[in-house]
């Protein structure tokens, strides 16, 4: 396989130290992640050749984040160098009732203000046969949202499988659209939608009985709105829908489901207690469910439950990116979930 492409926004993370708010102490966690970054860093450690499509300015922010990835093995050179500034968000970690908190401050970064002539195409996709998009860049600014249907319409014409996770994000819908009027046009040219049940709501616009502040809705409500969205787009492969339950901020179950069209499949359930770090859990259940589908062909159910294994795992991992590997996604996916220690 070629090269999975990812594009978006890769910020700055300052987080508060353990579980405290933010400036209780004087110090935060500086680190990077933002979603399509994580899905491409995660598949890198998961084996697969990938690279980062954005825009970063010319200063030793640009270049952590850049280092960052590189770390990672993500390619990098597809990066262009422009703007004044990375997009920052501020995270407070929640503990048992209280929930975790997100503060951004993105406005007027260099992917916010980026167009799509400002990238070559031809050098973005060049080896590619995946592209991964969200609903985030899209919702960041109107360019953001230029940029995201002309780079998903030049990967169609290409011929490149186009995954979208929907990722509606209500604080970042500001410039005057609404998230159904830009997602709806974006979604006619992804293969492989990504979403929980808001997503497909509030992205897309999608009319169903179920209620999305409810735990658990039932798997039955999971098939009734998959099979909505893959009729409102008749072009779309597969979706794919991540079930969180929240009994705490500290203790989720997590399962997904996938309807192909032919077939429904419905993932394991993990209860993950003395959760760690929740932020990336979709993004690794991305990149997860990306490796499933392009290392399993064939074998939906396989990389269902792989992709919803490796976001099991990232629950356990400070930071944005899901740091594991393959065997021990696999291990998990066979019943090891004791936590041992491996000697």
């Known amino acids: 396989m070629g090269t999975i492409v990812t594009l978006g926004e890769i910020m700055l993370r300052l987080k508060s130290l353990g579980n405290e708010r933010l400036f209780q102490s004087p ?16 598949l890198s450690l998961l084996g697969k050749k ?27 050179s597809r990066i262009i160098r422009q703007g004044d500034r990375v997009g920052i968000y501020y995270l407070e970690t929640g503990a048992n009732q209280r ?17 799509p002539s400002d990238f070559n195409w031809d050098t973005v996709f060049a080896d590619a046969t995946w592209f991964h998009i969200t609903g985030i860049t ?11 249907l002309a780079a998903v319409k030049e990967a169609k014409k290409r011929g490149i499988t186009v995954s979208c996770d929907l990722n509606y994000r ?40 179920a209620d999305v502040t409810k735990a658990d809705l039932g798997v039955d409500r999971y098939k009734e709105i998959s099979d909505l969205v ?53 993004d690794s259940f991305a990149a997860g469910l990306i490796y499933g589908l392009t290392t399993f062909t064939n074998d939906d159910q396989k990389a269902l439950d792989f992709a ?16 594991v590997t393959e065997s021990e996604v696999l291990n998990l996916m066979k019943g090891d979930g004791s936590g041992r220690v491996q000697r």
């Open 308 to 323: 919803v294994a490796t976001s099991c795992l990232k629950h356990s991992i400070p930071g944005d990116v899901a740091l």
């Open 170 to 209: 209500k604080k970042l819908w500001k410039y005057g659209k609404s998230a159904p009027e830009v997602m709806n046009e974006l979604a006619k040219y992804v293969d492989i939608t990504i979403a929980n049940e808001e997503d497909c709501q509030e992205c897309l616009g999608i009319e169903s009985e």
């Open 99 to 115: 929930p975790s908190t997100v503060v951004y401050d993105r406005a007027d970064s260099s992917i916010c203000e980026a167009k």
């Open 50 to 76: 990938t690279a980062f499509v954005t825009a970063l300015p010319k200063n030793s922010i640009g270049e952590g984040a850049i280092s960052t990835l590189r770390s990672r093995g993500v390619d990098t």
């Open 27 to 42: 110090i935060l966690e500086a680190t990077f992640g933002g979603g399509e970054s994580n899905v491409a860093s995660c």
């Open 230 to 282: 893959l009729k409102q787009f008749p072009e779309m492969k597969k979706i794919a829908i991540t079930m969180r339950e929240s009994y705490s901020a500290d203790h989720n179950s997590w399962s997904a489901v996938l309807n192909n069209r032919t077939d429904f499949f419905v993932s394991p359930k993990y209860d993950i207690k003395n959760i760690i770090d929740r932020v990336g859990g979709g």
């Open 138 to 148: 899209p919702a960041i600014s109107a360019d953001g949202a230029e940029l995201s």
